[in-house]
């Protein structure tokens, strides 16, 4: 089944879904308060709304990314699945402005 392949420095991680949304996403944050990398390999299972992490990682210059389209014959085991449903969604959203903000703060010295 076609999906992506994400080798970052040598280390690969693999997958694909028979129905649903597969997304590899770099983020680039340059701010007074955050200077960052990330990305993101992620997707939804609309068979069992479940949403599936692979990898979440901060990167730094230099790292090595490749994405390749290709067949994927296995998926790499998640960093996690979580049921997708509203106060998930809600949850999640709030445990993410909380991670920045404390990163932001720390940054600043006030904590």
């Known amino acids: ?48 709304q479940e949403r599936i992490d692979w990898l979440t990682a901060n990167i730094t210059k230099n790292d090595k990314v490749i994405i390749e389209i290709k067949d994927i014959e296995e998926n790499s085991t998640p960093q996690s699945i979580k049921k997708q449903d509203e106060e998930n969604l809600i949850l999640d959203g709030k445990l993410r402005a909380y991670k920045a903000l404390k990163k932001e703060l720390e940054i600043k010295g006030l904590i």
Request: proline content about 2%; charged content about 25%; glycine content about 6%.
């Open 1 to 48: 089944m076609i999906g992506f392949e994400l080798t970052i420095n040598n280390v690969k991680k693999s997958a694909s879904l028979n129905n649903g949304i597969i997304s590899i996403i770099l983020n680039r944050v340059k701010l007074p308060e955050r200077d960052e990398i990330d990305i993101r390999f992620t997707g939804l299972d609309m068979n069992t």
